[in-house]
């Protein structure tokens, strides 16, 4: 059975950095690409970053280009976001996703999420 758990979510002010992980269980984690996708208050899905398996290439939306960095540890089936310089708007709920996410398809498969509030 395939398991995403994220963490490392909280209160931060703006300006202020965060890093979520995401541990994975139940699939050959180094084979696949992984994400993070992102839900804030009244809105939809929306992909943040994607991690490819093997070339290892990193993509990112526009909201989260030079402020976020998505990593993995595919010896220990971690998935990580480095969140920095946060704003107000980056207030979600954050998910790991097993897959590429993109602008136009978010994986069905996620975790259950870790809530990430920019307030001060």
């Known amino acids: 059975e395939v398991q995403l758990v994220e963490s490392g979510g909280g209160l931060v002010q703006p300006g202020g950095s965060l890093k979520l992980s995401c541990t994975a269980s139940?699939?050959?984690?180094?084979?696949?690409?992984m994400s993070w996708v992102r839900q804030a208050p009244g809105s939809g899905l929306e992909w943040v970053a994607a991690h490819n398996a093997g070339s290892g290439s990193r993509y990112y939306a526009d909201s989260a280009e030079g402020r976020f960095t998505i990593s993995r540890d595919n010896v220990k089936n971690i998935l990580y976001l480095q969140l920095d310089s946060l704003k107000t708007e980056d207030t979600a709920m954050y998910y790991c996703?097993?897959?590429?996410?993109?602008?136009?398809?978010?994986?069905?498969?996620r975790g259950q999420g870790t809530q990430v509030t920019v307030s001060s």
């Open positions: 996703a097993k897959d590429r996410a993109s602008a136009v398809w978010i994986p069905p498969l």
């Open positions: 139940g699939f050959r984690f180094a084979d696949y690409a």
